[in-house]
């Protein structure tokens, strides 16, 4: 009997910790060298002969090509003229432009918010098992190959003399000298031909001794894994795993902990404007310090998470973090990096009164239009509230009266959530949501506000004190977040039974995709402003926001009606058939189906629009390509040179497109989609 119940409790055990995991389908059994090669690269797993020499033929031409490609890369890369001091020294330049050295804390602030909001969505996030070891010694043959193999195809160092000048030989191989006038000339000083000369470089043999480094971290890595091959056995490999987050923690501090004992060197700039060199030193202190802050904030926010994880109250918090990610780009940015010099009187005397009586009456009137039994009355009070909300715009577009923006758009905001208030009606903690929602949202709204209001403490020589990857990164999240609600209001309308909704969306949908976004960013920052009244003007950033925010919102539209064009008509009769009401079922039922199909559409405009924010320096955005492209190469030290930072900026493009790839591939298995 007591063996019986231990099995129960086990039983319990297993059950109530498999909700924590993601289940995972097992590894594939692993096949024979031979066998895998023949079956992947040479087609002899489609049994005729044909197809193994047409396999055999393409394998070869494209192995030959990328070992082309490979090479060349890394010739340019480790080339001694490759210039990549220019990405070194101009990193900050690159990543925040011109942000002043004074106020750089407010840069590391942000950072450091970043890293406790991802460290406790890491810690409260559903994983799977991790990695399994056949998956990791798979990588470390992969690197530990390539590693090898660039350590062989790599064209040996160029030779120098003394005074770190590069030699040249002409065509025989006979070296040449400089003479007094640092012209190339032989020996006996006879000049040096016109054609033909190359430079001196080190034999095979120094070379690979030269690599001696690389030969190491390659053959280790090929060791390694050959032993997790070789030791564990084929069904050891696809059953035993090692946990996916902590692995990557350990890996981002070992990185980090590099600057604390490798020479990476030291490249800043001095105090008189000019260039400091330190290639055999240590990476700055103002460096390793923030960095090292980092990587202790985002480990101490992972523990804290898996904390939470556990707690009762799991399901609030993880609502509250989502809203933490949403509000982060706003506070980080207006808060923190822009540096508001708050007007406290004012805050006082007008910002503080006016949110009391939004929050206070608004809160009162949804209270009321959630009373049950209220029936049309409440309906009636809604339109006219929105109606009221469309009269002060009226009023404001023909100057019959002054009223500041945010009483506008607060008004305008309470006429749209009293529509909602039906949806509310009931018992008073269904009505109090409502209620409690729309005191927190009037709140950071008016909070953004007074924000987006005050000017800014920072000084910097452009217009605005972003620049560089700051500015690429935050003009892609503020169109995301603003662009998907307003793709699916747009799919909403277009799909609506009111012709005028529908054709309102239709028009929008097709006239912004019939545009190329580059004329967007041009009409935005150029035209804009010709029609906006005197006293307004819309900045550089808020332009070209607008412009990608009504661009991708578009596409976005498409995406979402798509999603809910693949919804069965069953599911609409079920909904009819259940009493809900029009927006019960679209929220509840054909919009989460219809954006879960919709992921891998989403993703991929998300990803377009990361690489899009490219084109803001056609419109004179200082952002990420134009720093790299125009900046650098105009200061004397590094005059027309652009392919290393060009290289450099692409690198970043990719890693952040292909994060966002993956994390669409987990999100689309833990969804199920295309399987369910």
Do not use: C
């Not at 799977?128 to 010694?137: L, M, T, V």
């Not at 819309?538 to 999603?563: D, H, K, P, Q, W």
């Not at 690489?611 to 125009?630: H, N, P, Y």
């Not at 952040?656 to 790839?661: D, L, P, T």
Request: overall charge neutral.
């Amino acid at each position: 009997m007591s063996d019986l119940l231990s099995s129960e409790i086990d039983l319990e055990k297993v059950l109530a910790g498999a909700d924590e995991e993601l289940a995972v389908r097992p590894d594939e059994p692993s096949l024979p060298p031979l066998e895998w090669a023949g079956k992947n690269l040479f087609g002899t797993g489609q049994g005729s002969i044909g197809a193994i020499v047409r396999g055999t033929f393409l394998t070869v031409i494209f192995a030959g090509l990328a070992l082309l490609a490979y090479r060349a890369v890394l010739n340019f890369i480790f080339s001694e003229n490759a210039g990549w001091d220019s990405v070194r020294i101009n990193l900050r330049l690159l990543f925040t432009q011109a942000y002043p050295d004074e106020n750089y804390t407010r840069v590391w602030v942000t950072v450091g918010v970043v890293a406790v909001l991802a460290g406790l969505s890491l810690g409260m996030t559903k994983v799977g098992p991790g990695f399994s070891f056949k998956r990791i010694a798979t990588w470390l043959f992969s690197w530990g190959g390539l590693i090898v193999l660039g350590v062989l195809l790599r064209e040996p160092s160029v030779l120098t003399d003394s005074n770190g000048e590069t030699r040249f030989a002409d065509s025989r191989g006979v070296e040449l000298v400089r003479d007094t006038n640092n012209s190339l000339v032989y020996q006996n000083n006879d000049p040096a031909p016109s054609t033909g000369i190359s430079a001196l470089r080190e034999n095979f043999g120094a070379a690979m001794g030269d690599r001696l480094g690389w030969w190491i971290i390659g053959l280790a890595l090929l060791a390694i894994g050959a032993a997790i091959w070789f030791v564990l056995g084929d069904l050891r490999r696809r059953t035993t795993f090692v946990p996916a987050i902590p692995l990557a923690l350990a890996g981002i501090g070992l990185l980090v902990s590099t600057t604390w004992w490798y020479r990476w060197g030291h490249y800043t700039f001095t105090e008189e404007g000019g260039f400091e060199y330190g290639p055999g030193e240590l990476v700055a202190t103002s460096t390793r310090i923030p960095w090292t802050i980092m990587f202790v904030l985002l480990v101490v926010a992972y523990l804290g998470g898996r904390l939470l994880a556990r707690a009762t109250a799991s399901g609030p918090i993880r609502i509250g973090l989502s809203a933490a990610w949403l509000l982060a780009p706003f506070f980080t940015y207006y808060a923190i990096l822009r540096g508001p010099i708050m007007d406290w009187a004012h805050v006082v005397s007008t910002d503080l009164p006016l949110w009391v009586l939004f929050a206070g009456l608004g809160g009162a009137l949804l209270w009321l239009l959630t009373r049950p039994g209220l029936g049309e009355i409440g309906r009636i009070l809604a339109v006219v509230v929105l109606a009221a909300a469309a009269f002060t715009w009226v009023g404001a577009f023909f100057g019959w009266f002054s009223m500041l923006q945010k009483v506008r758009l607060s008004v305008l905001f309470l006429g749209l959530t009293a529509l909602l208030a039906p949806n509310f009606i009931g018992e008073a903690r269904q009505r109090m949501k409502l209620v409690v929602g729309w005191v927190g949202f009037i709140t950071i709204f008016h909070l953004l506000v007074t924000l987006i209001n005050t000017a800014s403490s920072i000084e910097t020589p452009s217009e605005d004190f972003a620049g560089g990857f700051m500015v690429t990164i935050y003009v892609a999240l503020f169109t995301m977040l603003f662009s998907f609600p307003l793709g699916v209001l747009l799919a909403l309308a277009r799909t609506s039974r009111m012709p005028l909704f529908r054709v309102m969306a239709t028009v929008y949908i097709e006239a912004f995709r019939g545009v190329p976004l580059i004329t967007m960013l041009f009409f935005f920052t150029v035209f804009v402003n010709i029609f906006l009244p005197g006293s307004m003007e819309l900045s550089l950033m808020a332009a070209v926001t607008i412009a990608f925010v009504l661009f991708s919102a578009a596409y976005l539209a498409e995406n979402v009606r798509g999603g809910m064009q693949a919804i069965r008509r069953g599911q609409y009769e079920a909904s009819d058939a259940l009493g809900l009401t029009t927006v019960q079922r679209t929220g509840f039922i054909v919009l989460p189906q219809a954006l879960r199909v919709s992921i891998p559409p989403l993703v991929g405009q998300t990803i377009a629009t990361f690489k899009e924010t490219s084109l803001l320096a056609i419109v004179g955005v200082f952002d990420f390509l134009r720093m790299a492209r125009d900046v650098v190469p105009a200061q004397t030290e590094f005059l027309g040179t652009r392919k290393p930072g060009l290289l450099f900026i692409s690198a970043v493009y990719f890693i952040g497109a292909y994060a966002m790839s993956k994390y669409s591939q987990r999100l689309e298995k833990k969804l199920g989609v295309g399987e369910r």
